[in-house]
T-cell receptor
Framework: GENVGLHLPTLSVQEGDNSIINCAYS??????FIWYKQESGKGPQFIID?????DKRQGQRVTVLLNKTVKHLSLQIAATQPGDSAVYFC??????????????FGKGITLSVRP | GAVVSQHPSWVICKSGTSVKIECRSL??????MFWYRQFPKQSLMLMAT?????????EQGVEKDKFLINHASLTLSTLTVTSAHPEDSSFYIC?????????FGQGTRLTVV
């Protein structure tokens, strides 16, 4: 079946460097994508989202890029900080946020920030 | 942002007993909520969609008689794990999707001993 997957299980970066976390999705009908951050023992925390009619969206220190041609999603974190260490999930949704929509999560990648 | 509150945050129960987990939307009404299960170092797996005033919709492979979902009001959905066994030990998370995004509860760590 169609699924959302991540290329790398772990990512280690130096504090202050930029981080790029990648995600591949296979459901061409997905029209809404979200990146979440999850710290140990906590629920997912919303980071940034993007609709399929966009290819880039920026937030505070984070940027999400969407390439529908190759079904690829990425999260860029600028000036990575120790507090960014967590597991990151991409999630896709069909039907945006309508009543029948639901999220499907990717496998998750652990971001480890070296001091 | 919207707040989804989940209770309890952790629970330990004996094998064979039932456990109820509550999910509340604090500043909005949610006609639909979602229940996920997450095993260690794995992603969130959707278990079921909770619909206010009607039966829940379960994902394939999820036993509806074991994971009872009740969504009796627009601000409360409950998940009851019946006759819990050690293999049901997991992290259970609820969420609601609004037009401005999806919001998650804090999660409930269930340990069955």
């Amino acid at each position: 079946g169609e699924n959302v997957g991540l290329h790398l299980p772990t990512l280690s970066v130096q504090e202050g460097d930029n981080s790029i976390i990648n995600c591949a999705y296979s459901n061409s009908a997905s029209d809404y994508f979200i990146w979440y951050k999850q710290e140990s023992g906590k629920g997912p925390q919303f980071i940034i989202d993007i609709r399929s009619n966009m290819d880039k969206r920026q937030g505070q220190r984070v940027t999400v890029l969407l390439n529908k041609t190759v079904k690829h999603l990425s999260l860029q974190i600028a000036a990575t900080q120790p507090g960014d260490s967590a597991v990151y999930f991409c999630a896709e949704n069909i039907g945006y946020t309508g009543a029948n929509s639901k999220l499907t999560f990717g496998k998750g990648i652990t971001l480890s920030v070296r001091p | 942002g919207a707040v989804v509150s989940q209770h309890p945050s952790w629970v330990i129960c004996k094998s064979g007993t039932s456990v109820k987990i509550e999910c509340r939307s604090l500043d909005f009404q949610a006609t639909t909520m979602f229940w996920y299960r997450q095993f260690p170092k794995q992603s969130l797996m959707l278990m079921a969609t909770s619909n206010e005033g009607s039966k829940a919709t379960y994902e394939q492979g999820v036993e509806k008689d074991k994971f009872l979902i009740n969504h009796a009001s627009l601000t409360l959905s409950t998940l009851t794990v019946t006759s819990a066994h050690p293999e049901d030990s997991s992290f259970y998370i609820c969420s609601a999707i609004l037009r401005r995004g999806a919001f998650f509860g804090q999660g409930t760590r269930l340990t069955v001993v």
